[in-house]
């Protein structure tokens, strides 16, 4: 390489500054690759960021994001999630306007249907009015005043229906005994003892010298399961030196539904013995293993439309300046003395 102007061919070159302008011209090539390089990676990072379409899934349960167009990689995504539609429906959204936004705001027309609307919203109104107390539970529903609700009870749930078959509340009294001879030279230091099947539920204390004890022992169980037949079985003791107590008697009995007021004989004496077994709501027969349903009373079924709403009273409507066609006859009817506290509307 030359170091200073040459010729060639009779053309005079300049060496040094022919390899400067290749040089620069390399330059500006490599800038614009590398510039057309960082534009192609910041679209992709940018479309990455962008959708050409977004897909809002309501109800059902799916784990598939494009649900819609699923069929190439998971073909059964659409149908599986369909077959979850009807164990977790989701609700439509619509919207609802009155026939009077149609008409001109300043339009003498517009005011009189939006007052015929709301009259005859009024007129098909329903007046909310509990037709019955709670069987069960109490009302403590803020949302519903009508709504019974049950606590801190295993035989029903929060609705106050039965949790299973066969649930009742099971008081037991054991009341008295008389004629009792457990001793020789004394009266009888008696006591009970109360079982259902093989479990000892309660014992009672022991009243000394006295063949005619009164115990009046209450035995509340609350919720039992009496469906297979449970049994209650009484034995009722002479207290000696607690090791050796002297069984004086026991009778058992079959658990069944209602009041039962009854003696056993004893080897010596008899005890006097009280239940009262009470089905859960909604349940009955003698093991409550029926279902028992709870209608509207007779005298409400013709006027209520639902368990606790009936249409607004013809007073009412009168009261609110509601015109009100006289022939109808569900607004002629009376109140019964049940439904005459309305609660709300």
């Known amino acids: 390489m030359l170091s200073h102007p040459g010729r060639l061919n009779g053309k005079r070159y300049d060496y040094h500054h022919k390899r400067n302008h290749r040089e620069r011209q390399m330059g500006n090539d490599n800038r614009r690759i590398i510039g057309t390089r960082k ?28 649900l819609l167009f699923s069929a190439d990689k998971n073909p059964s995504a659409y149908k599986d999630w369909l077959t979850t539609l009807p164990q977790n429906p989701d609700i439509v959204s619509y919207s609802l306007d009155s026939l009077h936004e149609l008409l001109p705001v300043n339009s003498p027309a517009r005011t009189n249907l939006r007052s015929a609307i709301s009259h005859y919203i009024l007129e098909k109104g329903l007046w909310k009015n509990c037709s019955d107390h709670c069987q069960a539970g109490i009302k403590s529903d803020s949302r519903d005043s009508c709504v019974c609700q049950c606590h801190n009870d295993p035989a029903v749930n929060q609705d106050c229906c039965p949790t299973r078959k066969g649930m009742a509340r099971v008081i037991i009294t054991a009341q008295r005994a008389s004629g009792l001879w457990g001793d020789y030279f004394k009266a009888t230091d008696g006591y009970v003892k109360v079982f259902i099947d093989k479990r000892m539920v309660q014992r009672s204390p022991v009243i000394y010298n006295n063949n005619n004890p009164h115990w009046r022992m209450v035995v509340d169980l609350g919720s039992e399961d009496i469906s297979s037949g449970q049994k209650v079985r009484f034995e009722v003791w002479d207290e000696d030196n607690k090791w050796d107590d002297d069984l004086l008697g026991q009778c058992e009995q ?15 004496g008899q005890l006097f013995y009280k239940w009262e077994v009470k089905c859960a709501p909604s349940l009955s027969g003698s093991s409550c293993t029926d279902y028992k349903a709870s209608p509207i009373s007779q005298s409400l079924k013709k006027l209520y439309v639902s368990r606790h709403a009936h249409p607004i009273p013809k007073a009412v409507l009168l009261e609110m300046g509601v015109f009100v066609d006289g022939s109808s006859s569900y607004r002629n009817m009376s109140l019964t003395a049940k439904s005459h506290k309305f609660d709300e509307m």
């Open 39 to 66: 534009r192609q990676s910041l679209l992709q990072r940018t479309g990455s960021q962008f959708n050409d379409r977004f897909t809002e899934i309501k109800g059902g349960h799916t784990t598939e994001p494009d």
């Open 254 to 268: 079959v658990l069944s539904v209602g009041v039962k007021e009854d003696l056993c004989n004893l080897n010596h």
